[in-house]
C-alpha cells in the first residue's frame, strides 16, 4: 500500500496571501496525482488531477505540481472560500490511499 | 447533469451489516468509461477508501476492509450497493459514493455524491 503524507497539518494563512501544500508518496506514482478540497459538512470537491490539470470549474488560482513521490498544491491568493481541508490521493496503484489532510485556516 | 444519492439507515447496530446503496442518475454504471466506488471519513478525520467496481465485473477492495466488505451492483436500476459486516463503533462515518474515470491517467474521484452519516451503536 502507497502511503501518502501530507505536511503542514494546519497552515494559517492571511486572506490574498500565498499557500503552498506539499503531499509526499511513500514510492512513485508517477503523475497519478490528485488533489481535493473538502469544506465543513460537504463532499470533497477535486481540483486537480494529473498532478497538474485542473477540473473543470476550478480557477486559475490554485496550480499543482510534481512527479514521482512529491507533489505540491498552490494556492496563488487565498479567498475567504479557500479555507478549508485538502486532500491528496493518489490512484496509480490499488488500494487507492488518501493523505491525512491539511486544514488551511484564517490568519 | 451527473447526480450520485447514497440512501440507508442511519443507525446501525455493533455486530450487524450495515448496509448502502447508491443511486445514480445522469450516467450508466455499465458505462466503460467508469469506475464506481466508495469512501467514507469518520467524524472529525480523514478519507478512507473502501473499493470501486468497474461494469466487467472487477471489484477492488480496501485490504483493511476487504474480509467484511462487499460491493454489488443492479444494472438495471442503475444503482451499486455496500455492505460492510459485523460493524464496530470504528464503523461509525459519513459514507460517499464516487465515480472515476477508468482512463489511467484521469482516474481521480471527479463526481462525489453528499455523503450519508451511518452511525454504530447500541
Known amino acids: 500500500e502507497i502511503v501518502m503524507t501530507q505536511s503542514p497539518a494546519t497552515l494559517s494563512v492571511s486572506p490574498g496571501e500565498r499557500a503552498t501544500l506539499s503531499c509526499r508518496a511513500s514510492?512513485?506514482?508517477?503523475?497519478?496525482l490528485a488533489w481535493y478540497q473538502q469544506r465543513p459538512g460537504q463532499a470533497p470537491r477535486l481540483l486537480i488531477y494529473?498532478?497538474?490539470t485542473r477540473a473543470t470549474g476550478i480557477p486559475g488560482r490554485f496550480s499543482g505540481s510534481g512527479s514521482g513521490t512529491e507533489f505540491t498544491l498552490t494556492i496563488s491568493s487565498l479567498q475567504s472560500e479557500d479555507f478549508a481541508v485538502y486532500y491528496c490521493?493518489?490512484?496509480?496503484?490499488?488500494?487507492?490511499?488518501f493523505g491525512q489532510g491539511t486544514k488551511v485556516e484564517i490568519k | 447533469q451527473l447526480q450520485l444519492q447514497e440512501s440507508g439507515p442511519g443507525l446501525v447496530k455493533p455486530s450487524e451489516t450495515l448496509s448502502l446503496t447508491c443511486i445514480v442518475s445522469?450516467?450508466?454504471?455499465?458505462?466503460?468509461?467508469?469506475?464506481w466506488g466508495w469512501i467514507r471519513q469518520p467524524p472529525g478525520k480523514g478519507l478512507e477508501w473502501i473499493g470501486s467496481?468497474?461494469?466487467?465485473?472487477?471489484?477492488y477492495y480496501n485490504p483493511s476492509l476487504t474480509s467484511r466488505v462487499t460491493i454489488s451492483v443492479d444494472t438495471s436500476n442503475n444503482h451499486f450497493s455496500l455492505k460492510v459486516n459485523s460493524v464496530t463503533a470504528a464503523d461509525t462515518a459519513v459514507y460517499f459514493c464516487?465515480?472515476?474515470?477508468?482512463?489511467?491517467?484521469?482516474?481521480?474521484?471527479?463526481?462525489w455524491g453528499q455523503g450519508t452519516l451511518v452511525t454504530v451503536s447500541s
Open positions: 467496481f468497474y461494469y466487467s465485473g472487477s471489484t
Open positions: 494529473g498532478a497538474s
Open positions: 464516487a465515480r472515476q474515470p477508468a482512463v489511467a491517467a484521469k482516474a481521480s474521484f471527479n463526481y
Open positions: 445522469g450516467d450508466s454504471i455499465s458505462s466503460t468509461n467508469y469506475y
Open positions: 490521493q493518489q490512484y496509480n496503484n490499488w488500494p487507492r490511499t
Open positions: 514510492q512513485s506514482v508517477s503523475s497519478n
